[in-house]
C-alpha cells in the first residue's frame, strides 16, 4: 500500500469512528466551530493589502462574507508563545511562556484549559489536525489527525538539508529557514558530499518517510494537502449524520513557514522578473533599537532577521535579487495555502453545516519581508505583529465587513466562548490563570463602535533572552492603538510611530523635534497599566 493510499484508508476509518462517537450533555442547537490557523502569515493577503501582487481568492472570499479584522495584532511574534496565548487565553507576561518551551511544561498554562478542553468540557467533541499549538498534547482533543509536519524536505540519509538550488550562504542557514524554492526532480541529484538526496515528509509522528515528487501531476501531496484533504472529508462526513453533539474542529497550515517549498504551478503565478520586492526607505533601521538574540546553550547568536537578511542578499550578488526570489517563494507558498483554504470552505459551504458553523482563520503571527533590513518573524514592528484574522458567525456577522480597531489573538478566546454560551472559568484549579482577553462580540454586532468592552490597545511581547528568563518586566513590549505604535525595550529606549501619517513606521517619533510628549507619556502609562510589573526605567514622565 503506498503512503497515499495509507493516509486515505486511515482517514476513512477515523471518519467512521468518530461520527458515531457517543453523547455526553447533547447540545444539538450550539453553534459548531471551525478553525483555521496559518503559520508565519503576514499581511500579504488580499484583504490586507501587504503586496500587490499576493493571490489569495479564498481567503478573499472567507472574508467577504464575515468580518476582517484589520487591526489585529498577535502578543508574541513567534509561534510557541503566540499559540499558547492564543489557545489558552493567558498573556506571555503572565504565564511567562515567552519563547519555544513546550507550554504543557508551564505550570500555569498547564493547570488552564485549553480551548479544545473548554469545549470538550461543555460537550463538544474536539478535533484536529496539522499544527494548531506549537507543541501537541493529543489528549486534549477527542481526535487528533495529523501532528505539525514542515515537509516536505530534503533528507540525505543522515540529515535535512535546505533546497538544493539555494546558494549559500543562505544555504547554510539549514533546511528549514535557509530553504526556498519549488518541488524539483531530485532523481540523480546529491548533496556535497555525493550522497543521494530525496524529498521526505519534514516531522511524522511515523519517523522519516519518503515523499514521492516526479512533477506536479505525480507526487505525492504535500502536509498541507492532507490536512486540508483530511478536514474536508472531516466536514462531509459530519454533515451526513445527524449529530448527537456540535464540533470544534481546528486545522493548522504551515506554508508559509519555512522552508518556503511548495509545488512548481504556485512559482509560475509569479514570475521572478516580475516581483515587486517591499517598500523600502534607505538606513530606516538607524532610529530603531531592535534587542532581541537567540540562545544555543550559553552562547548568543546573530539575530536571525539580520543574518537571514544579510546571507539572502549576499548568496544572491544584492538586495534586490535576494528579496525578489525570497518574496516569490513567500507568495508562492501563501497562494498555495490559499487553496488549501479553498478546499475545506468549499466543504463546509456545499453542506448544511453552514449555517450553524463559525469560522475563524487567523494567524500566529507576521514575517518580514526586507523592512527595515530584517527578514524574519520576531520584531515588535507593525510587519511581525500584524496578523490575518476573520470570523464569520451565522447570526451575528454581515458580509463584507472591516473593523478598525485594535484587536489581538488574545481575544479570540473568550469570543468563541461566549459566542457559544460556554464557561469563562478556564482555570483547572488554583494554579491556572482566568482569561485575560476581552470577547469581541460587540464589534462583530456594531463593527463601527467607537469603543468597546475590550478598547485598549494590542499587546505584543519580545523574547530577551535567557539572561531574563522569568522576567516579565525585563522583557521587549509594544502596544498598538488604533493610530499609534509605542516600543519599550528593556533597557529603556522607545520607539513611536503614526500610522496614520507613517503606515511604514519610517520615522521614529522619539527623535523628532515637533513629537507631542504628552502622547508619549500617555503611551508609556498604558503600556505599564498592561504589562503591571514593567518598569519605567525613569521614563514615566521624562520629556523628549
Known amino acids: 500500500m503506498n503512503l497515499r493510499n495509507g493516509y486515505l484508508l486511515k482517514s476513512f476509518l477515523c471518519t467512521i469512528l468518530l461520527t458515531s462517537l457517543g453523547c455526553q450533555n447533547p447540545k444539538r442547537d450550539a453553534p459548531n466551530v471551525l478553525l483555521i490557523m496559518i503559520d508565519d502569515l503576514n499581511d500579504c493577503i488580499e484583504t490586507l493589502e501587504g503586496h500587490p ?28 508563545p503566540s499559540r499558547s496565548s492564543m489557545m489558552l487565553g493567558v498573556y506571555p507576561h503572565h504565564s511567562l511562556n515567552f519563547f519555544q518551551a513546550p507550554w504543557y511544561n508551564n505550570t ?20 484536529g489536525t496539522g499544527k494548531i499549538l506549537h507543541h ?18 530534503v533528507w540525505d540519509g543522515k540529515k535535512r538539508l535546505a533546497h538544493p538550488e539555494v546558494p549559500s550562504p543562505f544555504y547554510d542557514i539549514g533546511s528549514v529557514d535557509g530553504s526556498l524554492g519549488p518541488l524539483i526532480n531530485l532523481e540523480g541529484k546529491t548533496n556535497k ?31 498541507d494537502e492532507m490536512n486540508a484533504d483530511w478536514t474536508a472529508r472531516m466536514i462531509k462526513s459530519l454533515a451526513s449524520k445527524t449529530l448527537e453533539k456540535p464540533f470544534f474542529l481546528a486545522v493548522g497550515f504551515l506554508r508559509p513557514h519555512t522552508p518556503l517549498i511548495a509545488p512548481q504551478k504556485y512559482f509560475d503565478r509569479f514570475p521572478l522578473d516580475k516581483i515587486e520586492v517591499t517598500l523600502k526607505k534607505d538606513q530606516d533601521q538607524e532610529d530603531t533599537y531592535l534587542e532581541v ?3 544555543k546553550g550559553q552562547v548568543f547568536t546573530l539575530e536571525m532577521g539580520v543574518k537571514m537578511f544579510d546571507e539572502i542578499a549576499a548568496s544572491y550578488g544584492s538586495e534586490e535579487v535576494g528579496l525578489k526570489r525570497w518574496t516569490q517563494a513567500y507568495l508562492a507558498c501563501v497562494s498555495a495555502v490559499d487553496e488549501n ?22 494567524s500566529d503571527h507576521g514575517f518580514h519581508m526586507g523592512e527595515k533590513d530584517y527578514l524574519y518573524k520576531n520584531s515588535l514592528w507593525e510587519k511581525s505583529t500584524r496578523v490575518p484574522l476573520i470570523m464569520r458567525v451565522p447570526g451575528v456577522t454581515k458580509a463584507s465587513t472591516t473593523i478598525d480597531k485594535a484587536v489581538s489573538l488574545i481575544d479570540v478566546y473568550p469570543t468563541l466562548i461566549d459566542l457559544c454560551g460556554l464557561s469563562s472559568k478556564t482555570q483547572k484549579n488554583e494554579k491556572g490563570h482566568s482569561i ?15 469603543s468597546w468592552k475590550g478598547d485598549r490597545p494590542a499587546l505584543t511581547v ?14 521587549h513590549y509594544a502596544i498598538k492603538t488604533d493610530r499609534y505604535r509605542y516600543i519599550l525595550y528593556n533597557k529603556g529606549r522607545e520607539e513611536l510611530y503614526d500610522h496614520q501619517n507613517d503606515p511604514n513606521e519610517w520615522t521614529n517619533l522619539v527623535f523628532s523635534r515637533d513629537a507631542d510628549t504628552s502622547l508619549l507619556i500617555d503611551l508609556r502609562n498604558k503600556m505599564a497599566t498592561m504589562v503591571a510589573p514593567i518598569q519605567l526605567n525613569g521614563l514615566k514622565n521624562k520629556t523628549l
Open 108 to 127: 500555569i498554562l498547564n493547570n488552564t484549559r485549553t480551548l479544545s478542553e473548554q469545549f470538550r468540557k461543555a460537550g463538544y467533541q474536539t478535533l
Open 436 to 450: 485575560d482577553g476581552y470577547s469581541m462580540r460587540e464589534l462583530l454586532e456594531n463593527p463601527n463602535a467607537k
Open 341 to 362: 483554504v479553498g478546499q475545506v470552505m468549499k466543504a463546509l459551504n456545499d453542506s448544511h453545516l453552514k449555517d450553524n458553523t463559525m469560522v475563524i482563520l487567523a
Open 136 to 153: 501537541l498534547k493529543r489528549e486534549n482533543w477527542d481526535h487528533y489527525e495529523n501532528p505539525p509536519d514542515y515537509g516536505p524536505m
Open 193 to 223: 558530499s555525493g550522497d543521494s538526496i530525496q524529498w521526505i515528509y519534514g516531522y511524522n509522528k511515523n519517523g522519516i518517510l519518503p515523499m514521492r515528487y516526479v512533477n506536479d501531476e505525480n507526487r505525492d501531496p504535500t502536509p
Open 53 to 80: 501582487q499576493s493571490l489569495t481568492p479564498n481567503m478573499t472570499k472567507l472574508a467577504q462574507t464575515g468580518v476582517a479584522f484589520l487591526n489585529a495584532h498577535t502578543n508574541a511574534p513567534m509561534c510557541g
Open 462 to 475: 519580545v523574547y530577551a533572552g535567557g539572561k531574563y528568563k522569568g522576567k516579565a518586566e525585563m522583557q
Open 293 to 295: 538574540s537567540y540562545e
